[in-house]
């Protein structure tokens, strides 16, 4: 961001650029002022870490200015010590040795650092007053008018601070950081303004920042775009700049460029939690979890006590953890969160899921129970409940909770489908299609709750009013990858339209390339066809967006079992066997393709055993011949 992008927070940053000689002094005959005196605060700790002989320096110069003998090169230390101390942030101390410098030497330097002391200090109006006096002092310093307004601007004076910007504006009309100040403040004209003064500056990258974050915030992207790429040109280190191309295009769904870009900003500043956190949130918006789990892992083991791990990176290790299944790491990370006061209510939701995992219900119960009702989490505190309940075969209190279970206005669509999907693991089909249609009386364009429907009335009606249904949705909404890849896969399994489910699988995968679902359909078409060679092709690729989905996994296992690959195919079915029994008994019983895989998981087993034990046989008999 550009220097006064987001100017009360970062008021005093300035400093650091302004090429002063902090030593530079002038003549001074004037009577000196007695100094203010400042009653000593928790910062006097500070003072008494120093070495002694700062400490009696301090002393010395102090006693000297109050009996009017101090002298320049006095001063000119003052100002170094000052320095030291706001270092330490001991802004107390730094203010009285600054006013030694600046009432001695007169310098722009030691002015400007006084005025930071009392900013620091919250001391506004005397800010405002060694402002206004070094505007006096140094009239043609742009720097000395960024200051003055900044104390108006923090003082919340907005008439003098737009008076101060206007008047400086006009003064130095090609100075960078005054015309952004100037216009992130007047509202007036400040696109023209500024791509005026990019005709005349061309190489401005900090105002081709601003403009790149103003087009931005009224996701005008390709303009944004345009100004952050322009920048990079000309300076390819600024991590700021390297980070809003990143955000500009993952807003406009380049999740590759934006994975480069956020990777790039990391790369170049390491210990930045926000360079670290971009990146780790894009890598997990694709997917690509073990990635983000590794660098995350990699900057646990990298920190220490001047640079701690931060909390919130333990947290999202946590939800790594239950997402890989690794529940009992979840659970003492989040333990540990807890213990160390971590504020975040999500802790107690993700420990109930760790506990659920590890197969302790109770316990998850008790978690759940324990999250405020104004919690952002509550509804899904129910939600996990009534889930908790049917796993561990509660199902008179899963019922009980279901039935009271109210929709949110602001959650209608999630709420809604969430209640269908549990009166259909209860049978209850007609009240989970009624539930569908009050929601869709609200929700009028959620496709969601349409394709929830044409899923479920092939229940309360049949098969083909559940793909008339879906061949709507499909007209409606034709780019809906997943209501493509429903009725293509629904065509598939009612044996009828093996061409039109072709076209439509196909598209679905256009849109969504890396969707293992999508390349599990398409390939379980060409099974289908008796095309196995393609049928292996896409549900191998499938596999390794969804490496863990049993489904996928089965379909794979039949494939090979046709091409007769029989030890892999005993060693997939094997594993989906495996999955299935590590499954929670909702995830397995509410998905009637699950439920029917693990029916006949066992037999399909045993009978490709015995086929690889006859070939094992006819093998040996010819080998003896």
Not at 47 to 75: C, H, K, W
Not at 249 to 264: G, H, I, P, T, V
Request: hydrophobic share 35%; aromatic share 12%.
């Amino acid at each position: 961001m550009s220097l006064f992008g987001k100017f009360p927070k970062i008021y005093f940053i300035f400093i650091a650029g302004i090429c002063v000689n902090s030593c530079q002094t002038k003549n001074n005959s004037e009577e000196q002022p007695p100094i203010e005196k400042v009653k000593e605060t928790n910062h006097q700790q500070s003072f008494n870490t120093l070495p002694i002989y700062a400490q009696m320096r301090i002393a010395r110069i102090q006693q000297d200015f109050e009996a009017g003998r101090v002298t320049e090169s006095q001063a000119d230390e003052a100002f170094i010590l000052g320095k030291l101390l706001e270092d330490r942030r001991d802004y107390e101390n730094a203010e009285k040795l600054y006013y030694v410098s600046f009432n001695t030497t007169k310098t722009i330097s030691s002015g400007i650092s006084l005025t930071n002391a009392y900013i620091n200090l919250k001391k506004l109006d005397k800010a405002r007053d060694v402002s206004l006096k070094l505007s006096v002092m140094f009239p043609q310093k742009p720097e000395i008018e960024i200051l003055l307004a900044t104390v108006y601007q923090l003082q919340g004076d907005t008439e003098s601070l737009l008076k101060t910007l206007e008047a400086a504006y006009k003064k130095h009309p090609n100075n960078e950081s005054i015309v952004i100040f100037y216009v992130s403040n007047s509202k007036k004209n400040e696109k023209s303004i500024l791509e005026n003064f990019l005709v005349k500056n061309p190489r401005s990258t900090n105002v081709m920042l601003f403009l790149s974050q103003r087009y931005y915030q009224q996701k005008n992207y390709d303009k944004s775009l345009k100004y952050a790429k322009e920048a990079y040109k000309y300076d390819s280190d600024n991590v700021e700049i390297i980070t809003m191309i990143g955000k500009i295009q993952q807003f406009q769904k380049n999740y590759d460029d934006a994975e480069k870009f956020f990777r790039l900003a990391f790369e170049k500043e390491v210990d930045n939690n926000l360079n670290a956190q971009n990146y780790i949130n894009i890598l997990l918006f694709q997917k690509k979890i073990q990635e983000a789990l590794v660098i995350l892992l990699k900057l646990e083991a990298s920190a220490d006590d001047q640079v701690p791990f931060p909390a919130e990176f333990s947290f999202q290790i946590a939800k790594i953890l239950l997402l890989n299944k690794d529940y009992s790491g979840a659970q003492k990370r989040l333990l540990e969160l807890e213990n160390s006061k971590y504020n975040n209510p999500g802790i107690k939701y993700y420990l109930a899921i760790s506990c659920e995992g590890l197969r302790n219900f109770e316990g998850a119960v008790k978690y759940l129970n324990e999250i405020p009702l104004d919690s952002e989490l509550y509804q899904e505190a129910r939600k996990a409940k009534i889930l908790i309940y049917i796993n561990s075969k509660n199902k008179v209190e899963a019922e009980k909770n279901i039935e009271k279970f109210a929709i949110s206005d602001q959650n209608i669509i999630d709420d809604s489908i969430f209640k269908a999907n549990i009166f259909v693991f209860f049978q209850k089909y007609k009240e989970a299609v009624s539930i569908l249609n009050e929601a869709i009386k609200k929700e009028p364009n959620a496709k969601e709750l349409y394709l929830k429907k044409a899923e479920y009335v092939k229940y309360t009606d049949s098969e083909l009013v559940s793909i008339q249904l879906a061949e709507q949705i499909a007209q409606k909404w034709p780019n809906y990858a997943d209501g493509l890849n429903f009725l293509g896969y629904s065509l598939v399994e009612n044996s009828s339209k093996f061409e039109y489910a072709k076209k439509l699988l196909q598209k679905a995968v256009a849109i969504e390339p890396q969707n293992g679902f999508y390349l599990d359909s398409l390939g379980w078409l060409y099974y289908q066809k008796n095309d196995f060679k393609n049928s292996g092709k896409y549900i191998t690729e499938a596999l390794k967006y969804e490496p863990d989905e049993p489904v996928i996994i089965y379909h794979l296992a039949l494939v090979q079992w046709k091409q007769q690959i029989f030890e892999n195919s005993l060693k997939n079915l094997e594993q989906t066997s495996k999955i299935l029994s590590n499954m929670l008994p909702y995830h397995v019983e509410s998905d009637p393709e699950l439920l029917k895989i693990s029916k006949g998981i066992g037999a399909k087993i045993m009978e490709l055993k015995k086929i690889i034990e006859l070939q094992a046989q006819k093998k040996n008999l010819i080998g003896n011949l």
